[in-house]
């Protein structure tokens, strides 16, 4: 090629490349720092890494597990489960909240395996010990007591915290305070369909408070005056009460005693500003000074179920069907043949929980006037 040519090409290219570099560089909407910043985390996500039609049209919400340094396989696993199914299309963040600093080993392998923003918290050592109004070695003799008649549970101070700390605290907590949903996770669990929705915006567009995969009986015998202390919380409130209330979940002689039913909430997908309103803070003082999550074993799960199920109108509180979902010992598994195939499950529908004699999920059914699930008798 003449050196005349050679030179008027480059000179071409060398034109152009100038040219294409001075647009790049203006554009207000590349190169800049927050572009740079998300870029890192994506990097480090890779899964995560491209947006999604899912990522685009998120709330403001999160994950969010309660765990020790002890844990990282067993939550490692959950995260998996989680990511794989569900939210590796839509790279929600994490929380992960200790009472005690979490490790440089659980933050490497739990940030590895989220696609949204993995963030740790240390919760505040009044938040996780008895408070100031609680007789220690009354709340010792309890748990002896409980530890021979082999109450599950019923020896351990840290259940206890746990069980309190649930109930009323890790809502509150700063790193919690972005957010106005939350969705708990614990180890081991396992998510057995795919989940092609998004549970948090199904909550936020049709206006559900509170919702649940599992429901059922607690022990009596670690909540033997749990609704004692609801029923004057009642009293002394009346105005909290909702008016289209499901009290007929809790009871069977319309608010004389409780029937033990229960939301499983080691699975839950709620609101966290219903958790921080006043009639919830209201419930959660009221029951916290009576004692007994310490002077018996009151779970989180009967004081969640009992707050929405009193607070909140009926169509407030959502079943959700088709999240497939396993916590040692109980399954719920979609009824429906087609919605298992759709949803690629790998659930065995003959262990699911649902309509067997300890479930209290046929209650919720009948008193919400819902019919049960097609394929729930095969």
Known sequence: MPAGLRYLRYSFFTCFALVFFYFYSSSPNLGTQDDLTRTVDKQSHPEGAHETEGTSQRVNATLISLARNSDVWDIARSIRQ???RFNRQFNYDWVFLNDQPFNETFKKVTTALVSGKAKYGLIPEEHWSFPKWIDQKRAAEVRQQMAQKQI?????????HMCRYESGFFFRHPLMMDYDWYWRVEPNIEILCDIREDPFKFMEDNGKKY????????????ISTLWDSVKMF???HPEH???DNTMAFLSNDNGETYNNCHFWSNFEIASLNWLRSPAYMDYFNSLDKDGGFFYERWGDAPVHTIAASLMLNKDEIHFFNDIAYYHVPFTHCPASEQTRLDLKCHCNPRDNFDWLEYSCTTRFFEISGWKRPEGYDD
């Open 234 to 236: 009642m009293k002394v």
């Open 211 to 222: 919702s649940f995969v599992l429901s059922l009986y607690e022990y009596g015998e670690t």
């Open 241 to 243: 009460i909702a008016e």
């Open 152 to 160: 599950i549970y019923g020896d351990s101070v840290s259940y206890r």
């Open 82 to 84: 989680i990511e794989d």
